[in-house]
């Protein structure tokens, strides 16, 4: 367990903005009005963040709904199992999560899980589970050191990042991602590579995608997330998108539209 490092890394953390004033330039913004035509094509209205690692530069449509933080639901669940591997509260991926027989939520769910096999599927009840077994000590200390978001997990262990207290931005999602994938932040070296195992969604012969979905659909404002990175050669580009759902029956629209907006940006960019 790396807790008594982890602690040493929330005093010594400073927020992006203070290492930019030590010497790192901010990144500009560079607004692209051009990618409206991808939102409209699947009838949706949000966000899209993207940058190249060390560029100077993040591309962005609409800017201010990129610095509105939102909860981040299921994208969560990035942070949630580093922390979980990193303190030893889950042994791996291959971890088995007992199905307790109650039915949940989507059919998939209702089924024994490993660790890779919930993360995959998203499985709320399986991360609360992890959740409460990271505690609210060790995780309030693990979201601080990783600077995420407001780092406010007010509102329950198992559902601050639900419906309680817990946001985070699209600018602040690939912060967070860009420190994790240059293992930046105060955790192992085993769970940083294992979450990003956890991450993978597929693998070309060219490039490889890492991504986490996320949806509030029951509360208001309601959003959906698609959050990861491209890795191509030796370049890696860090992307966060997030749309807005007007009311909750609207909700299921959105489900689909998270990845297709997102990947029809990362393929107009030649990306991926």
């Known amino acids: 367990m790396r807790y008594a490092a982890l602690l040493l890394g929330l005093l010594l953390f400073t927020a992006p903005a203070a290492r930019a004033d030590a010497g790192d330039a901010a990144p500009t913004l560079v607004e692209r009005p051009d990618w409206k035509t991808h939102f409209d094509a699947a009838g949706v209205s949000g966000t899209m963040v993207l940058q190249k690692d060390g560029a100077p530069q993040i591309l962005v449509y609409d800017a201010s709904r990129a610095a509105t933080p939102f909860l981040p639901a299921s994208t969560f669940k990035i942070l949630n199992a580093l922390l979980a591997l990193d303190c030893a509260a889950v042994t791996g991926p291959d971890e088995v999560f007992a199905y307790d027989g ?13 660790l890779r096999q919930a993360f995959a599927l998203s499985c709320v009840p399986v991360f609360q589970e992890i959740a409460r077994r990271v505690g609210p000590e060790r995780m309030a200390a693990g979201v601080a050191a990783a600077g995420y978001g407001n780092a406010d997990i007010a509102g329950g262990i198992d559902r601050f990042w639900l419906d309680g207290a817990l946001r985070i931005s699209a600018l602040q999602q690939i912060e967070f991602l860009t420190r994790l994938n240059r293992r930046e932040l105060p955790f192992g070296e085993t769970a940083v590579a294992t979450v990003l195992e956890l991450m993978l969604v597929e693998q070309r012969p060219d490039a490889v995608l890492r991504a986490k979905t996320g949806l509030t659909g029951r509360v208001t404002p309601g959003v959906g997330w698609y959050v990861g990175l491209v890795t191509r050669g030796p370049d890696t580009w860090y992307f966060a ?31 991926y």
Not at 251 to 257: E, H, S, T
């Open 102 to 114: 109650k039915p949940r939520f989507l059919p998939e769910w209702n089924a024994d899980l490993t």
């Open 241 to 271: 998108l997030n749309l807005a759902i007007p009311r909750p029956d609207a909700a299921q629209a959105v489900v689909p539209a998270r990845k297709q907006v997102a990947l029809a940006i990362l393929r107009s960019e030649g990306i």
